[in-house]
């Protein structure tokens, strides 16, 4: 016989739901307002703010109201009680409410105060002032960049943005921010997404099961990645920005050929990988 929620156990549950995302917003954003609430959940104002003062009521050593600022803030003592506090985490909330599983990676250690600034400078259009290492200069040196998107390549963070050292738009990696030494937030930017060639210009990626497979694999692996019959056997195109173009290909695991055809599964169509060789490192 199948077991139903009470109305004080649904209301639990979504109250849960509600702090969780609320938690995540003071988190990384570091500041909430009712607004915020009333979007997310598709509520009134009033109920938006009832849901803060709830919250507020029964964990008030996490949370502040700013009055000059009109919003709510992180006190430094906040525990998250609802939620795990990681920028996936947050990431994920922000595209859906649904439950959502997936499979832990290692963890990148990003602290909120060094993603903070990177939001608001993309939020408000603003320059930041980086301490970056990367492994052709390992040391740790200053630069100016003006980031325009934050970006999951489904291993690592990046920020996107166009960096002053290189007059160049460029991806910078979060975890080789120097933690110790924040982002900090400069004057306006003067170089925008619209003017970064690589972000705008999407790239038709197609590809196909190994041709070493027989027909029965090859159509267990068409199956796996969704691809269609065509006259020229099985196949799936998908859209790519350029910028995340080597992103793609090392997620898809078609940065190395493997021997066995079983393991590689997927290769570029020989069409596609013409077509793409303007755009691969040299």
Same mark, same amino acid.
């Given at each position: 016989?199948?077991? /139903?929620?009470?109305?004080?156990?649904?209301?639990?549950?979504?109250?849960?739901?509600?702090?969780?995302?609320?938690?995540?917003?003071?988190i990384w954003e570091g500041s909430?307002?009712?607004?915020?609430?009333?979007?997310?959940?598709?509520?009134?104002?009033?109920?938006?703010? /009832?849901?803060?003062?709830? *919250?507020?009521?029964? *964990? $008030?050593?996490?949370?502040? =109201?700013?009055?000059?600022?009109?919003?709510?803030?992180?006190?430094?003592?906040?525990?998250?009680?609802?939620?795990?506090?990681?920028?996936?985490? *947050?990431? #994920?909330?922000?595209?859906?409410t649904e439950t959502v599983s997936?499979?832990?990676?290692?963890?990148?250690?990003?602290? $909120?105060?060094?993603?903070?600034?990177?939001?608001?400078?993309?939020?408000? +259009?603003?320059?930041? +002032?980086?301490?970056?290492?990367?492994?052709?200069?390992? !040391?740790?040196?200053?630069?100016?960049? #003006?980031?325009? /998107?934050?970006?999951? !390549?489904?291993?690592?963070?990046?920020?996107?943005?166009?960096?002053?050292?290189?007059?160049?738009?460029?991806?910078?990696?979060?975890?080789?921010? #120097? @933690?110790? /030494?924040?982002?900090?937030?400069?004057d306006g930017a003067d170089h925008?997404?619209? @003017? !970064?060639? !690589?972000?705008?210009?999407?790239?038709?990626?197609?590809?196909?099961?190994? $041709?070493?497979?027989?027909?029965?694999?090859?159509?267990?692996?068409?199956?796996?990645?969704?691809?269609? @019959?065509? $006259?020229?056997?099985?196949?799936?195109?998908?859209?790519?920005?350029?910028?995340?173009?080597?992103?793609?290909? +090392?997620?898809?695991?078609?940065?190395? =050929?493997?021997?066995?055809?079983?393991? +590689?599964?997927?290769?570029?169509?020989?069409?596609?990988?013409?077509?793409?060789?303007? *755009?691969?490192?040299?």
């Open positions: 016989m199948a077991s /139903h929620l009470n109305e004080k156990e649904s209301n639990s549950i979504i109250d849960q739901k509600r702090f969780g995302f609320l938690e995540l917003i003071l909430l307002q009712s607004g915020h609430i009333a979007k997310q959940f598709e509520l009134s104002e009033k109920l938006a703010n /009832h849901v803060l003062q709830k *919250y507020k009521n029964l *964990y $008030p050593v996490n949370i502040v =109201y700013d009055g000059a600022s009109a919003c709510y803030r992180p006190t430094e003592k906040m525990v998250a009680q609802f939620c795990s506090g990681s920028l996936q985490e *947050y990431m #994920q909330f922000m595209s859906t997936s499979l832990e990676l290692p963890n990148r250690n990003l602290q $909120p105060v060094l993603v903070r600034p990177i939001l608001q400078a993309i939020r408000e +259009q603003r320059r930041l +002032q980086i301490d970056y290492a990367s492994v052709s200069n390992p !040391d740790f040196s200053t630069r100016v960049i #003006q980031p325009h /998107h934050l970006v999951f !390549d489904g291993m690592r963070w990046h920020v996107r943005g166009f960096c002053e050292k290189n007059q160049d738009y460029r991806d910078f990696v979060l975890s080789r921010f #120097q @933690q110790e /030494h924040p982002a900090q937030l400069l925008f997404d619209l @003017q !970064d060639e !690589d972000w705008h210009n999407l790239l038709q990626v197609e590809f196909m099961p190994d $041709p070493r497979l027989d027909e029965n694999r090859a159509r267990i692996i068409a199956l796996d990645y969704d691809m269609q @019959q065509t $006259p020229k056997g099985f196949r799936q195109t998908q859209q790519v920005r350029q910028a995340l173009l080597m992103y793609w290909i +090392q997620r898809m695991g078609l940065n190395t =050929y493997q021997q066995n055809a079983q393991a +590689q599964q997927i290769i570029l169509t020989p069409e596609c990988e013409q077509s793409l060789k303007p *755009y691969m490192p040299k």
